[in-house]
């Protein structure tokens, strides 16, 4: 350094200072903690009030726990058909949602995929989709009932019903909306449809697909519940309907946590698998 530049103090002082510890407990981390731990005792408290004052049917928290503890300390018991843990519960109820859910990804995208590339086949099959959309679960079972003469089948028929519409809607707009310039690219370029497809449009369409998918899951989700109290079959919606018949409303409320757990851990799974393959 010659002798006519000048030091500056500020510039040395950041480089020779020491770098700031790591702390453990920052406050982003203390908030994503502290933050949803403090509603979960909130909520508790305001259950625990509710029970004491103006729902005096409703179960405590600590009585929920008590006449459920068997369900929980031991998950995957299993004493009778209706009479196991509530993982075990939980474990039927996945496996046929997973069977319901598959049948609609694998109708539903191309379903989708057709109802964005031609205009044609939406004009012809689009109020079709609308007017079987919005239709029950409640519904759908019976039929199925009619159609496959088993509550099995009957029940994948119904998931996939109820489910597949997300993913249907959310292709079909995801399909039709990739820009025109990249379709031109690929007829200049002389691709092949196959190439086009796995090449220009599912890049482009594959985000708003995800979003359907994860919807299709969560409606499937709560589609198993209804379709097991009609059912009777053994599983997490067959269970609570046995207790609310049998009139043990700490199991009901157990059944309840355990529907809307298992449901936030299957969006939060989606949601993570989207963010890696999107």
Known sequence: MSATQSIDPIAVARATAAPPPVRFFNKD???????????????VLFWALASATVAPTLPSPMRTWDVSRPYIVEPFAKRGELDQGILRF?????ERVIKG????????????????????????????????????????????????????????????????WPTVLNTALAVASVPDD?????????????????????PGAMPMMFTGFRLSLGIAWLV???AEM???????????WQEYNALIYEHIILCILVIGL??????SLMGMVQRRLV
């Open 182 to 202: 990249y379709m031109n690219v690929a007829k200049v370029l002389k691709l092949s449809k196959w190439t086009t497809l796995r090449k220009v449009i599912l």
């Open 90 to 94: 939980t474990w039927y109820s996945l």
């Open 101 to 164: 859910y598959t049948l609609a990804i694998i109708i539903g995208a191309p379903l989708g995929a057709l109802l964005g590339s031609s205009k044609l086949f939406r004009r012809a099959f689009d109020p079709i989709i609308q007017v079987l959309r919005p239709v029950s679960p409640l519904a759908w079972l019976p039929l199925g009932f009619v159609l496959f003469e088993k509550p099995e089948p009957a029940a994948f028929f119904t998931i996939a019903m109820c489910s597949m």
């Open 224 to 226: 198993i519940v209804a």
């Open 29 to 43: 981390r203390l908030q994503s903690i502290g933050l949803p731990l403090l509603g979960g005792v909130g909520f």
């Open 262 to 267: 298992i449901g936030y851990l299957l969006d």
């Open 230 to 240: 009609l059912t009777g079959s053994p599983g997490v919606g067959g269970f609570l």
